[in-house]
């Protein structure tokens, strides 16, 4: 070996320790909850308590209707975007990045401001309405994933000729959308829907200041209170993280008519 | 009234006007090419003909029935794209079957139809496949059959060879010919390549600054081309400058030789024109007694193989000529003192 693939290895070893370090030290303590040895008693506990089970359960559909929403809006907007308008094309993505650069609590408060129970709509006065502006403020925080996974997808297919002749075979706007260009990016969408996903499952700051009982709140509430518990949680979120990061690598991979890796 | 009219058609992007009163009688089965240089429109009048460009004035009429405002999706009109733009996510099958489905046929009908579609374009066992498993030949064949199977009022092909190589390129227009004579489909096929529009069309329309500078079959298009444009664009030509001589008697000044051409000319004595020649029509040598006989020297020589091209010198211009190759004659060397011969018949005056 020589000294600079030495070198190279050391770098990486290094990144590696870095970033395992501390997921392995939370491991091995969410292992000691009984004093005899290792044991997932702390897994046990943290899954039998009907409250997480309630609150995951909760975040879970939220997350499923933010990605069914998300795919509702970005679809059809990148798509036009790019077939019609592509000169709006930097406006919107600008737009679709804001969400990184205003922080959520700066939305939340917004909402809170135009939709609290003394204005014109009034939706933080009821629990409908309260997650319906949870489900549009998760909306707007995936924008930036979902927007660019998209348009990324969009870019590897010509949209332009699979519509025209879509079109020239009789079909209409809403058949060439769901037929021909979703399935076509549909590996895209997947990976724009997980990374929202994994978003919304671990939301803190929306869920809070709407004072809504989601898995975000939980986590926290759990690590205020408990010693091996949160431990466990935060194991058990990462999880989930990486199963979507993986799922999406699966889809990528093996998508029937995708050219990846063929 | 022919079975597709386009009448007075125009197409501007601001202020740039990219087709000019374009105007065109299409009957009923017939296969015309749009032949011309890029940017010169005539992918622009095609996409009007199948919708997906509005004209700025003008109508197209399909069986006497004015579309010019039926969506792209109304209009029941075939279409083969340069770039295939077969759905990745369907099957062959599925592909083909596609505008059947929208047209809400039964499952047989539509399974009698694909396998019909897959026999015309000699791909009857390609139906399972998806189109990245398809070599571009195929593809391309298979999008033909997509759009036939739909039973359109009229084909459109927008340079469908244009993406495959030179010997796929040779026999599938053969076979698209085929087809379309089969099936008696009114064709519009789109093409720079004019070998392709010559062998292939009924009628070819010679395109040029959103202008349909000729429109003709490909004989009289190749051998009468009616604007300087048609000459030098289609097939390769001799443009030689002249001076008129003597209109009424038809004699011209090609540098200090007069030439008789024996016909009665437009213009007036002293009139700078051009005169047009297929390399094909020059003799090298002196031919028999009608012919002018112009003297020179040999100044480039191309062997092609089967045909050699030679230039030579003549009156201070370069005329070319093709001869074929003969094994037991070698082609002559550069600097040989020469005569050639051309046939009054064939030299075409084009205004200058």
Known sequence: MTERRLWSWLAVALGGLYFLLPLVGMFDFSM????????????RVVLADPQFQQTFGYSVVLALLTIA???????????????????????VEFLT?????????????????????????????????TNLL????????????????????LRTIDIGSLTEAAQSLGAGWARILAVVILP????????????????????????????VGSFGPYMVWMGGNRAYEPSAL???????????????????????FSTVRR | MAFLDILHLEKSFGAQRVVKDFNLGIEKGEFISFLGPSGCGKTTVLRMVAGFETPTSGAICIDGRDVSGLAANRRNIGMVFQAYALFPNLTVEQNIGFGLRIKGEGKAA??????????LVGLPKLGERYPFQLSGGQQQRVALARALAIRPQVLLLDEPLSALDAKIRTSLREEIRRIQRELGITTIFVTHDQEEALSMSDRVVVMHQGIADQVGTPFEIYNRPATRFVAQFVGTLNLLDARLLDAAAGRVGLGDIPVALNRELPGR???RLSLALRPETVVLGRKDEGSVVLSGHIAEVHFLGSVIRIRVAVAGQIVSLDTFNQPDTPPPSIGTPVEVSISDRDLLVLAA
Do not use: H
């Open chain 1, 32 to 43: 000691r909850m009984q004093r005899d040895g290792y044991s997932f008693e702390a897994y």
């Open chain 1, 69 to 91: 929403l998300g795919i509702l809006i970005v679809v059809p907007t990148a798509y036009f975007v790019r077939l019609r308008f592509p000169g709006l094309r930097p406006i």
């Open chain 1, 97 to 129: 990045l804001l969400p990184l650069v205003i922080p959520p609590i700066v939305i939340v408060f917004g909402y809170i401001r135009i939709y609290n129970t003394s204005s014109v709509l009034p939706l933080t006065g009821s629990w409908w309405g």
């Open chain 1, 134 to 153: 949870l489900l549009f403020g998760y909306a707007t925080l995936s924008l930036p994933y979902m927007y660019r996974s998209v348009d990324t997808g």
């Open chain 1, 184 to 211: 076509n990016v549909f590996v895209s969408v997947l990976s724009g829907a997980f990374l929202t996903f994994a978003i919304v499952i671990g939301e803190y700051v929306f869920a809070a200041l709407l004072n």
């Open chain 1, 234 to 256: 935060a194991v058990v979120a990462f999880a989930i993280t990486w199963a979507c990061m993986g799922l999406i690598q699966l889809f990528t991979r093996f998508s029937k």
């Open chain 2, 110 to 119: 539509i399974s009698a139809r694909v396998g019909e579609m897959l026999e």
């Open chain 2, 269 to 271: 004595v002293g009139d």
